[in-house]
Structure formats: structure tokens, C-alpha cells
């Protein structure tokens, strides 16, 4: 089940969960928003948004535990970057491991600007918690048509590290990262956008072709949520990235995965582990629009495109 070039630390292993129906019946400490998950010698581990990279864990990937968060105090240089940011609130990290590390990427930054940063912490190992600040990724500023928030890592078919983020504006971008300092350099690439929100953005490969998860539409709003994650496909990292009906994602096209239910309002914030399981967020139309933690078993149909 591993993927070609995947960056986790082993595959996951159906036979340790109770992961065998498409949609896991999930327990315990379940507030989430903007997950990312990683397997790690038994152990499945889960950061979200929050206080100083709040994060979670689980023996089964089922029932989950809270965890201490990575930088409780926060740190120094969020605000010197982001000087409107409280301090302490980190959204949508992403957890990778790639070169016997752990690599944690973040975002800190305020609602409806561009005043921001992605920042990276790295450890031995997650179960270390030996977490290291290495300091500023990427910014932007109000000069800047694109954020630097929602980062994903993403290994191209020759085990080349990139990295890909962005939020609303001019959509989702995608840089080259040296493999030795684990922060990006070259070209800018433009890989997705709509005139509506587009965000989150997670890249796969399988089977010859990079998959470009996105959310569109408008999160944080409790059951007032249009969150939606869609989807397109290119045999080049780069893009073009189409959907099912080869309409580029650069002119707003997506294929739907998930557009939520009654009971499960706005899913979004996705994350997907080697090309098998999708960690997203939704909001609970029964507590009140509370987001929530999904996990689901991701499948291919015979023509390589997902579905639960």
C-alpha cells in the first residue's frame, strides 16, 4: 500500500486498526480542525489547529488521545513576522517523514490576510518529541497576490522533496524544497485557483499521476460551512492538474470528493496518508457545528480516480 516515493515512515496497516469500512467509527478526543496524520512504529499521530501545534494520538487510528502541544510557550518570531498574531494560535500543520525525520510544517497567520509565514519544526521522531524550531519557510505580505499558509510536503516519482500551499487569492502554489535544509528555492508554480475560496491544498502520487486534493469554499463557519474537498490529476508535479472532466484546476475546476451531509456539514482541511487514508475535519450539525475529526479508508476506481 505504500505509494512511489512515499515520505511515511511505514505503510499503515489495515489489520491494526478497525479501519476496514470505508468511514472509521472514531472515539475519544475528537475536536479537530485542519488535520495531518502520520504512522510511526505502531503509533498513529495527529497535529491540527491550534495552540502552539496542538496534537493527538492513537494506537488503533481510531481512538484518540490528546498530546502535549510542540511549542506550549509559542515562538518568538511569529509575531516579528506576523506581528498581528496572538502569540500562540498555529493552523494547518503538516506532518511528514522523509530521511529518517520528522518534518512538521505550519502556518501562522491572521483571518483575511496575507501577512503570513509557514514555519518547520523537525525531531528524531515524533514519540521523541525532541521538536527543534527551525525557523521561517516561506512568507507573504500584502504586497504578495498568494499566502504562505497550508503547506504540504510532497515527494515527486524521483524522491524529490516539494512544497505545496496557499489559500484564497491568486490559489494554491507549489515550490522545489533542498532536500538538506527542507526549505524551498526556485520557481514559482501556480497550480490551482477559482474565484471562490480554494485552500488546503494535498499532492499525492500513484500510479503515474500527481492527485491535487483542495478545499473550496468557505470554512470556520459552524453548519454555515460550504467547505468541499475536490480534486484533479497531471503526470507532472508541475500541472496542469485536471479534473474528471479535463477542466484545469487553474480555471476553477475540481472533481467533488466530499461535498458533506446532513450530519457532517463543510468537510475540509485534508490530509492524506501514502494514497490510502484521508484525514479531513467536518462540522456536526448534532453538537452545534463543532468540527470534528473523519478518517476514511480512500479507494481508486479502475480508471485511477479516488472515491470513498
Known amino acids: 500500500m505504500t505509494k512511489v516515493g512515499s515520505i ?6 489495515p489489520s491494526t486498526t478497525n ?3 470505508n468511514h472509521w467509527a472514531l472515539s475519544g478526543n475528537l475536536v479537530t480542525h485542519d488535520p495531518t496524520i502520520g504512522y510511526e512504529n505502531g503509533t498513529w499521530w495527529l497535529f491540527q489547529t491550534g ?22 510557550n509559542g515562538l518568538n518570531w511569529w509575531q516579528q513576522y506576523v506581528p498581528e498574531h496572538d502569540g500562540m494560535d498555529i493552523w494547518a500543520p503538516e506532518l511528514k517523514h522523509y530521511n529518517g525525520r520528522a518534518y512538521l510544517y505550519y502556518s501562522v497567520s491572521t483571518f483575511g490576510s496575507r501577512v503570513s509565514a509557514i514555519g518547520l519544526a523537525s525531531a528524531s521522531s515524533v514519540s521523541a518529541g525532541d521538536w527543534q524550531d527551525e525557523g521561517v519557510v516561506v512568507n507573504t505580505t500584502n504586497s504578495n497576490n498568494y499566502n ?32 538538506i535544509t527542507m526549505k524551498p528555492y526556485g520557481s514559482l508554480y501556480s497550480l490551482a485557483s477559482r474565484s471562490g475560496g480554494i485552500e488546503a491544498p494535498t499532492v499525492i502520487y500513484r500510479q503515474g499521476y500527481y492527485y491535487l486534493f483542495v478545499s473550496i469554499g468557505k470554512c470556520c463557519a459552524g453548519v454555515d460551512s460550504t467547505y468541499q474537498i475536490a480534486y484533479g490529476r497531471s503526470t507532472d508535479i508541475r500541472g496542469p492538474y485536471l479534473d474528471k472532466n479535463g477542466v484545469d484546476m487553474m480555471s476553477s475546476g475540481g472533481s467533488i470528493l466530499d461535498a458533506g451531509n446532513n450530519v457532517w ?5 485534508q490530509d492524506i496518508l501514502n494514497t490510502d487514508v484521508i484525514v479531513r475535519h467536518a462540522y456536526d450539525a448534532n453538537d452545534n ?20
Open 19 to 21: 479501519g476496514a469500512a
Open 265 to 269: 456539514v463543510g468537510p475540509g482541511g
Open 51 to 72: 495552540p502552539g501545534i496542538y496534537g493527538k494520538w492513537s494506537s488503533d487510528g481510531v481512538n484518540w488521545n490528546g498530546a502535549a502541544p510542540i511549542f506550549p
Open 148 to 179: 504562505a499558509i497550508d503547506p504540504d510536503l510532497v515527494l515527486d516519482k524521483n524522491g524529490a522533496p516539494w512544497l505545496v500551499f496557499g489559500s484564497w487569492n491568486s490559489g494554491i502554489k507549489l515550490k522545489r524544497i533542498n532536500p
Open 8 to 13: 511515511e515512515n511505514a505503510p499503515w496497516d
Open 289 to 308: 457545528g463543532t468540527p470534528k475529526l473523519l478518517i476514511s479508508t480512500l479507494n481508486w476506481d479502475s480508471s485511477g480516480w479516488p472515491r470513498y
